[in-house]
C-alpha cells in the first residue's frame, strides 16, 4: 500500500520549522551572555589598575597619553583638499565625524553691461572645516599630507597630553568603592529611600568614572584631528537682467506722465492755499494793522 506523498512533506515541513526556531532561540541565549560579557570585559579594562614597571618613562606604553593636532591652511581647490583628506583618513581605518563645506560671501556688485543688462559679480571665499578620528600611529602621516597640499599654512599646532594619573585615580577609586561596600542601614535620622539614593548615587559615580576611563582609553587609541581650509578670494560673474531698464516706460509715455504729474501738484498748490485761506486772511490783517501803527507813530 503506497503512502500518499502529501502525507509525509507536512510532517516534514513542521520538523524543520520547529527546527529553525530552536536553533533562533539558541543562537538569541548565545548572543545575550555575549553581550554582557563584552560589556563586562569594557568595565574591567577601565577599572584596570594594571600598570607595567616602566611608566617611569614619559614614552612608556603603558601611559595613558591623548595626542591631537590643528591645522588652518590655503590651499589651491578647497573641495579637492577636502575630499583627500576623508580619502586619507578612511583608507587608515579612520573616522571622519564632521567634515562642512561653504562658500564665505565677501560682497555683492551689480555694474552696467549693455542697454538692458548687468553684469552681477559676487565675491566668495571657499571654506572647508573637518574634523577627524585618526589612529594615533597615523596622525603625523596624515599631518603631513595635508600640510604638503598646503600652499599657506596659517597655524599648526600639536598635542600631546597625559591621563595616566586621572585614569589610575578614577580606576583606584572604583577598586576601593568595591572593597568597602558595607550596607548602609535606616536609623531614625534617615529613611530606608534616603539610604537608597545614596546607594544610587555612589553606584552612578562609579559608573561615570569608568565611562571617564573608557573615553580615555579611546581617545589614546584615536587622535582628533581638526582642519580649517580656505582659499583665495575668488570671483562669480554672470549676465542678469536690469530691472530699472526692463521696467521703465516709452519716452512718449513719460512726457505724458510728467505733465499729468505738473498739473497735479499745481492743483494741489491751488488747493492747499484754498485750504488755509484763514490764514491768508490773518496775514493780510496784521500787515494791514502793522502799517498803520507805523504811520500813526511816524505823525
Known amino acids: ?69 590643528d591645522v588652518r591652511c590655503r590651499v589651491t581647490d578647497v573641495f579637492h583638499a577636502a575630499t583627500r583628506m576623508e580619502q586619507v583618513v578612511s583608507a587608515v581605518q579612520g573616522v571622519v565625524v564632521e567634515s562642512t563645506m561653504k562658500n564665505e560671501y565677501a560682497g555683492q556688485y551689480d555694474l552696467p553691461y549693455s542697454s538692458d543688462s548687468l553684469k552681477r559679480m559676487q565675491l566668495y571665499t571657499p571654506t572647508a572645516n573637518l ?37 589610575l585615580a578614577n580606576a583606584l577609586k572604583n577598586k576601593h ?49 581638526t582642519v580649517e581650509l580656505f582659499q583665495s578670494q575668488a570671483a562669480s560673474t554672470e549676465t542678469v537682467i536690469n530691472p530699472r531698464a526692463v521696467s521703465r516706460a516709452g519716452f512718449g509715455t513719460e512726457v505724458r506722465t510728467a505733465v499729468v504729474d505738473g498739473a497735479n501738484l499745481l492743483r494741489d498748490l491751488f488747493l492747499f492755499f484754498i485750504q488755509i485761506w484763514p490764514l491768508v486772511i490773518m496775514g493780510i490783517l496784521g500787515w494791514w494793522g502793522y502799517r498803520r501803527y507805523r504811520r500813526m507813530s511816524v505823525k
Do not use: W
Open 131 to 167: 574634523t577627524l578620528r585618526v589612529p594615533v600611529a597615523s596622525l603625523d602621516s596624515v599631518v603631513t599630507i595635508l600640510t604638503s597640499m598646503a600652499v599657506l599654512i596659517d597655524y599648526r599646532t600639536k598635542t600631546d597630553q597625559d591621563y595616566t594619573l586621572s585614569y
Open 177 to 225: 568603592a568595591g572593597q568597602h561596600t558595607a550596607k548602609v542601614v535606616a536609623d531614625k535620622k534617615t529613611t530606608t529611600l534616603d539610604v537608597a539614593k545614596y546607594e544610587d548615587q555612589q553606584e552612578e559615580t562609579k559608573v561615570d568614572r569608568s565611562i571617564s576611563n573608557l573615553k580615555i582609553l579611546d581617545d589614546v587609541a584615536y587622535a582628533t584631528f
Open 1 to 69: 500500500m503506497r503512502i500518499p506523498i502529501r502525507y509525509l512533506v507536512i510532517p516534514a515541513l513542521a520538523l524543520a520549522a520547529c527546527s529553525s526556531d530552536k536553533h533562533r532561540s539558541y543562537a538569541d541565549e548565545a548572543a545575550a551572555p555575549t553581550a554582557d560579557k563584552n560589556a563586562d570585559q569594557y568595565v574591567a579594562a577601565a577599572d584596570s589598575t594594571n600598570f607595567s614597571g616602566d611608566i617611569a618613562s614619559l614614552t612608556a606604553a603603558s601611559r595613558k597619553r591623548v595626542r591631537a593636532a
